[in-house]
Each structure stands twice: as structure tokens, then as C-alpha cells.
């Protein structure tokens, strides 16, 4: 929330330029936070072993996402310069994409390293009813089919039609406990 003070001589036009100037500011700083962890995530990705040849690899996934992070956060510093030096706020001034993304960086982290640890099925079934929430799913019947169908989806689609091989857990593997 923004707090912009005011005083007893203070011009209303004045504030309003105060106010965009802090939100734009705000924005800014925001957009450099999310570069800074869109770089960080891409030097993690790199750390991702080459694959062996005529596989693909493993780290093009993280990779991706974090080069479209840090394209997003450009977009985000450049829009919120354009917007500061033309006077012009852009819509919305309440904004919580950035802790939102912040939220979905962080389930996606826990969600890649948990499939070391229980395989594929089982942060999959977890993870799907958490994200669609935080995009607004709110229906309770749907939260619950995505547990069953966003596993089985993704797994027709990579492990069936794509030929890659599922990752299996080192703890625990559901996929492993359900083909017996």
C-alpha cells in the first residue's frame, strides 16, 4: 500500500505527481529484484549436467522460465521508466504480480526438487491444486480433479507421446507403487 503524506499546504495535483513517482519507483525496484533472481535462477539452470547425447536436457525447463523471468522483468523496469518519465501511471496501481511470481518461484523450486525425492505423481498431484488456486480456481470439485487429471495429462503427454522417461523417487514413488 501507498502512503504519501500530506500536509496542510499541500497543491492536490503536487500529490498525485508524488504518488506516481513513488509507485514508479516501487516498480522499478520490483522489476530489479525479479532480474536479480531471473539471473540467479539462469546460473542454477546452468548447474544442470549436460545430457547425454540424443537426450534432452534436464535444465531446459528451469532455463526457459528464467530467461522469461528476467525478459518480464525488463519489460517491467522499461515500462515503469516510460511511465515515470512521461507523467503517466500505469493501470492499476495496486499491483501484486511480484509477490505472485515470487509465490510461483518458490513452489517451482520445491516442486523440481521434490521430484528427486518422490518422484513425479505425487508433487504433481500436489503442486496442480495450488497453483490453480493462486491463478483463481476456486471451485472445489475442480481443485479436486486436477489432483487425479493433471498427472495423468502430463504424463500421456511427456512419458507416452514424447518417449521421456519419468523421474523416479528416491524416498518414495507413487508411479513405482502404482505399476506394482
Known amino acids: 500500500m501507498n502512503v504519501v503524506r500530506v500536509s496542510e499546504n499541500s497543491d492536490p495535483d503536487n500529490l498525485l505527481s508524488e504518488f506516481e513517482r513513488e509507485t514508479g519507483m516501487?516498480?522499478?525496484a520490483e522489476g530489479i529484484v525479479l532480474a536479480i533472481l531471473a539471473i540467479?535462477?539462469?546460473?542454477g539452470a546452468w548447474q544442470v549436467p549436460g545430457a547425454s547425447?540424443?537426450?534432452t536436457w534436464a535444465g531446459?525447463?528451469?532455463?526457459?522460465?528464467s530467461v522469461a523471468l528476467l525478459v518480464l522483468s525488463s519489460l517491467m523496469i522499461l515500462s515503469s521508466i516510460r511511465a515515470s518519465?512521461?507523467?503517466r501511471e500505469m493501470a492499476g496501481s495496486e499491483s501484486h504480480g511480484t509477490v505472485d511470481i515470487l509465490i510461483l518461484f518458490a513452489i517451482a523450486m520445491i516442486y523440481q526438487q521434490s521430484f528427486r525425492w518422490f518422484g513425479y505423481v505425487l508433487p504433481t498431484a500436489i503442486v496442480a491444486p495450488v497453483v490453480l488456486y493462486i491463478f483463481g480456481v476456486r471451485s472445489w470439485v475442480g481443485l479436486a480433479v486436477s489432483v487425479v487429471l493433471c498427472p495423468l495429462i502430463f504424463h500421456?503427454?511427456?512419458f507416452v507421446l514424447l518417449g521421456v522417461f519419468p523421474p523416479y523417487g528416491e524416498v518414495f514413488d507413487l508411479l513405482d507403487w502404482l505399476q506394482g
Do not use: K
Open 40 to 43: 540467479l535462477a539462469i546460473w
Open 26 to 28: 516501487e516498480r522499478q
Open 156 to 158: 500421456i503427454l511427456f
Open 60 to 65: 531446459i525447463v528451469p532455463f526457459s522460465t
Open 85 to 87: 518519465s512521461t507523467g
Open 53 to 55: 547425447p540424443g537426450d
